[in-house]
């Protein structure tokens, strides 16, 4: 069984908008066994979106469509499904009675507008849609079931999940995906020791894709039932493993390298402080993006200027003087006088040139002293990343989670 | 003249990764002039990238093509795009010694996989990467022009620019894109003030977007000329303007609140400071993710426990004791505090309770006060946003800059 997810609107044919939903669609009918073959994407013209359904229904047996289900005049998916099945728009009764209901448990009025929103094809069912006004469609187009849902983020999943999975019915195979993160080498020197597992093309596949340094390495296994599918996990995960231990950093589908360092404070019972001046605050984000982070972060101090470091993080002027800001000295100082200050078990420095302009022949853009303190010392790696102004800043706090994550587990 | 977009990977048609990239392309090419009639994604499959290469050049006259042409096994774009094409793969001399020349002048060995990114279909041409070690490959499909470049947004987006676009010559038609960013209204009552403009569906289109209470109003301009574009540009935006003034928070294609925010620190010669507690450093990393933001922010202070509130910001310790962290008192106090800790011009304090837990039925998730402080005084707003934690987290440091934006402006 496969599906063709195919999404509506001009402002992503324009390049507006970047389409989520196709990646959120395909996870979740992976996981149910659907294989994703194709995603389409047109503009919101009546006859490229009937195009576009009959193209998709031809070659999958499930298609999922959004977008194009608003109450305005360039909303034409309504239309177009009707077109390409030959069939007449009516006027759904209980979604018109449900949009009333929308509005009149709001206390706004219903804009004649929302009126067209509640029209569906004769011979198909209306989804309905409890966060917004736009119900979805169920219909059939040849052999393949057709799904049309709003491209309301929120709303989309929120149908999907209640509505349509649900008629997908069993699909006799099962997509199970594994996802493990590494840090700290290339990406080509990471594929050369699993270069064999890649290339396989059965129900086992292995890719990789790269980040800021960040490597994920995804593991599909289709099986006929999720257990045979997780044992076939569990082998290739023990096997990747094996080979690119040194370099992982974390596992699993949502896996970050700030959740699995915040794990590793939380168990150990330990707190952090961190000092951060060309990362001004990303380091302190990452970390606090995480659920529960008030258990080990204390907080840090974004020192942008000299007085900053000399006044809250007790950077020693002279040293400021005699090296500048961006120097290995005054990284250790930062990360020492941090941990001090707020009183915990680690202290984190970064000080550096994100760019794109302050560089010098000496300190290069990217240029970058990331420093690890606790109560035995501070360790500090000098790096020259490179990429853009984000890309560096990015870099950085995850080189420093990286130190914090190798020196807690001993490594 | 019209283009489709392939984008290739199974990361991408198993939703692992999110296509950024055909997105990116379509606004380049509608800029161009060059309308994008559609977007097709599909898996590392090589009979799926000849299908879809083969389908998009009959309906286009310009194909972009990105991903599938890194060193591993995986990547089959080069072989496929020769299959399509009925060629033979041929070894490009040029892009072999510019791929050993990268590895040579980072100090690294070339992995022997690299070698096979120098393959090419005889009868095409080697796009040159200055960023990465995959060269792109321009060729002739029928009577379209296809271009295959790689997925990584940095490499393929400077690849697109030098060498791409220079080849498509003059499409005769130009379209022009404006943004508006909009803050502090809903995207109906937005939408309501501009529903005429919004219908209309001739060469002058306005549609909107919506992330984090941020709505940009997208405007596109369709002409002969240049010219004639930038003048039906300025008359629509002048009557946005007229319409959603008070909302307006920046304008541009690259326009964003801290930017703006920025320039009118800077052009005012004044200084900011920071106090974040669920945000965590997020308002910070906002700053200074603006190259130059040295120049008018001084640094902040990330107060996640109590103690760092009291020991660096000098909040008053019976003030967190009978009102606690989350109250208007203490963001008023952590305004305050850092402003002078810091000897700046303006400070800001954020409070609040970034869920999933931690939420009361006094003070429920979501809950967020901004203070905002001068030597004049301060001013602090009391919020409940919707959203998960990192929503929340966004709007109040939207909320933040735009308090200091008014502010600024006398608003």
Redesign the interface.
């Known amino acids: 069984m496969n599906a063709v997810i195919v ?1 509506i609107g ?11 939903n ?7 009918l ?1 996981v149910a066994g659907i294989e ?8 919101d013209e009546q006859p ?1 979106i009937v195009a ?1 359904l009959r193209r998709a229904c031809e070659q999958a047996d499930v298609v999922i469509a959004s977008g194009g289900l608003g109450p ?3 909303d034409r998916t309504r239309a177009a499904l009707a077109e390409a099945m030959g069939a007449e728009l009516i006027e759904d009764e209980r979604s018109f009675a449900e949009i009333e209901a929308f509005f009149r448990k709001r206390n706004y009025p219903m804009s004649r507008l929302n009126r067209v929103q509640a029209m569906r094809p004769a011979p198909a069912e209306a989804i309905p849609n409890a966060n917004g006004t736009a119900p979805g469609i169920a219909a059939e187009l040849g052999e393949a079931k057709v799904f049309t849902l709003p491209g309301v983020p929120g709303e989309m999943r929120a149908m999907f999940r209640e509505h349509v999975l649900p008629r997908l019915g069993q699909a006799g195979r099962v ?1 199970l ?1 594994r ?1 493990v993160c590494c840090f700290g080498c ?4 990471l ?2 020791r699993i ?1 064999d597992l ?2 396989a ?1 059965g129900d086992v ?6 980040s800021s340094g960040l490597i ?1 390495v ?1 593991v ?1 296994c289709a099986a006929d039932s999720i257990e045979s599918a997780r044992r076939q996990a569990d082998d290739i995960l023990h096997e990747i493993r094996a080979r690119l231990g040194e370099w992982i950093v974390a596992e699993g589908e949502d896996a970050s390298l700030e959740a699995a360092v915040g794990e590793l404070l939380r168990s150990g019972g330990q707190t952090l402080a ?1 000092a ?1 001046s ?8 990452m ?3 995480v ?4 258990e080990y ?9 000299n ?2 470091k000399r ?2 993080l007790d950077v020693d002027a002279a040293t400021l003087e005699s090296r500048g800001a961006v120097s290995e000295a005054v990284a250790r100082q930062m990360a020492d006088g941090v941990r001090k ?3 915990g078990d680690w202290g984190i420095g970064i000080t550096g040139i994100a ?3 302050g560089g010098t022949e000496s300190k290069p853009v990217g240029l970058v002293f990331v420093a690890l303190s606790d109560r035995e010392g501070t360790h500090v790696e000098r790096q020259i990343f490179p ?5 560096v ?1 990015r870099r950085a706090a995850l080189t420093a989670l990286n130190m914090l994550r190798k020196a807690m587990e001993n490594l």
């Open positions: 999404s001009s402002e992503l044919t324009s390049g507006l908008l970047v389409d989520t196709s990646a959120f669609l395909s996870r979740e992976e994703v073959a194709a995603h389409f994407t047109v503009g490229r576009a305005t005049p360039d997509i995906h996802r290339g990406e080509s020197s594929a050369e270069e890649m290339a093309r596949r292995v890719g990789t894709t790269a994920a995804h599909s961190t951060e060309c990362t001004g605050g990303m380091l302190g984000e970390i606090t993006a659920p529960g982070s008030s972060y204390l907080g840090g101090v974004v020192s942008y200027t007085a900053a006044d809250l200050r707020f009183a760019g794109p302009s990429g853009d102004r984000q890309a800043r």
